[in-house]
């Protein structure tokens, strides 16, 4: 085939090519024609309905994809990047709920070791106090000594103090009645003492010291700290006896023991005893 022969097909092959896409922009261009007919029409039919927006078809595009993506239900499923992630997520949530609970503890710790504490020693006679069974003009008083151990003030103190005289054993739902002499309020400091007494009749005193009768003094000491808040101490001790001096001129001391119960500081404490009055009222 010589070149002249080949230019000719190649005309005529260019040709047919172009005829049929002549051929296909005619039938595409017919398809629209008739679909845009149809559109038409169909909204003249329906008026109220409309087409449909492209929102409804990017929502649906994208739960497909959502879809599409796998769940990650197990740590193998996470990459390295996101694994690194939550380790030092959880590491910094761990140490910011410790270093809370350290402050927090601390502040409590320092808050009860620098508070005010009350307690009560054990009670003194002043007064009738030479040698037993000989009479004294002067009258006796049952002294307590109320120590503050703690490193900051006792304020608004009040102290109540009491006793019961009984033949035999102390009623175990005793109810520890408070005393009608309510004595006024205290400020201690520091490290520092401070008093409190109540008078016992001399028939009593003689009472005790021939072991005729046996003594209980208990009381309830309630204060408030420089923390504004208030606590409590409640005492109780059973008289047992008397030591002399060497010369056996007076009494040197007087020997008591914790009752088995009302000895307690505030949590600890409860809210009513019992029920039962002292035996031989005072």
């Not at 990650?72 to 690194?84: G, H, I, Q, S, V």
């Not at 001096?245 to 307690?264: F, G, M, R, Y």
Request: glycine share 4%; net charge neutral.
């Amino acid at each position: 085939m010589n070149s002249r022969q080949q230019a000719k097909l190649t005309h005529a092959v260019r040709k047919l090519l172009r005829k049929e896409h002549s051929l296909e922009t005619d039938v595409e261009r017919r398809e629209n024609q008739q679909s845009a007919t149809q559109a038409e029409t169909k909204s003249q039919d329906h008026p109220k309905e409309t087409l449909p927006t492209t929102k409804p078809l990017i929502k649906k595009e994208h739960r497909q994809t959502k879809e599409a993506t796998p769940k990650k239900r197990f740590w193998r499923d996470y990459e390295p990047t996101e694994r690194f992630n939550c380790i030092i997520a959880a590491s910094t949530t761990v140490y910011m709920v410790t270093t809370l609970f350290m402050y927090v503890t601390a502040k409590q710790e320092l808050k009860v070791s620098h508070r005010a504490f009350i307690y009560a020693e054990d009670p003194f006679l002043i007064g009738d106090g030479g040698i037993p069974g000989v009479p004294d003009k002067r009258p006796a008083f049952l002294t307590i000594n109320l120590h503050n151990s703690g490193d900051t003030p006792a304020r608004k103190a009040l102290v109540d103090t009491n006793y019961c005289v009984t033949s035999g054993v102390m009623p175990n739902n005793f109810s520890f009645p408070t005393s009608l002499n309510k004595q006024p309020q205290l400020l201690l400091p520091p490290k520092e003492y401070g008093q409190t007494s109540f008078q016992l009749p001399n028939s009593i005193l003689a009472d005790i010291e021939k072991e005729a009768k046996k003594l209980t003094v208990y009381g309830t000491v309630s204060y408030e700290d420089v923390f504004d808040e208030w606590h409590r101490t409640d005492f109780c001790v059973e008289y047992r006896g008397f030591v002399m001096k060497p010369d056996n001129t007076s009494v040197e001391k007087l020997v008591w023991s914790a009752c088995p119960i009302h000895n307690c500081h505030d949590g600890d404490c409860p809210k009513k005893y019992g029920d039962a009055p002292c035996p031989e009222a005072n």
